[in-house]
């Protein structure tokens, strides 16, 4: 009987240590939509905007990172309130990226910024990424999707998003 307990008692605890090892650890606590910041400015001239970030961008030798999308997307709020609440990744966006929330809502579609960088007749999913390199050339479009984990974002694929897209002659 002492055995057929230990052996039980082995099997649990076992169980228990691998159950610990592929848990998620990084399950974040996200407060209410209607709590979060808006980062989205409607009023804002976009394109004017723009062209201040391409020139404190190449001052600075940082990229610019484009969240685009609207107050109105708790994807894209979620977003905004992780990457300013994990510390690596806020670091990494401060140290290598101007960070800039595009607009595009029903009040103003920012239609003329969005040709830009997207294609005539392409339609994205919000939040959209789109990545300028320092002298305002477009590195990269990338819906949120990829990074997407459960109800938000996963730590690592959201790092290793950044860090691929920083500037080659920034220290990471």
């Known amino acids: 009987m002492k055995k057929i307990v230990t052996v039980i008692f082995s099997f649990l605890l076992i169980v228990s240590a691998l159950h610990a090892q592929t848990a998620p650890t990084d399950t974040f ?18 394109q004017k905007k723009l062209t201040e970030l391409i ?9 610019i990172f484009i969240q685009a999308g609207g ?6 709020l979620r977003f905004n309130y992780f990457v300013h609440n994990q510390a690596e990744l806020k670091t990494i966006l401060d ?3 101007l960070y800039y929330h595009l607009n595009f809502s ?20 919000y ?3 789109i990545i300028l390199s320092g ?6 479009v990338q819906e949120s999707g ?12 959201v790092k290793q998003f950044l860090l691929k897209w920083v500037p080659a002659k920034r220290n990471k």
Request: glycine residues 8%; charged residues 25%; hydrophobic residues 25%.
């Open 29 to 46: 606590n996200y407060p209410e939509k209607g709590s979060l910041p808006k980062p989205y400015h409607p009023e804002e001239n976009a």
């Open 55 to 63: 020139k404190q961008a190449k001052i600075s030798h940082k990229n």
């Open 71 to 76: 107050n109105w997307c708790s994807w894209c």
């Open 95 to 97: 140290r290598n990226y």
């Open 106 to 125: 029903p009040e103003n579609k920012n239609e003329a910024v969005f040709s830009n960088y997207i294609a005539k007749g392409r339609s994205y999913g």
């Open 127 to 129: 939040p959209l990424f």
């Open 135 to 140: 002298t305002g050339e477009l590195i990269c």
């Open 146 to 157: 990829i990074l997407e984990e459960g109800k938000g974002y996963n730590v690592e694929k």
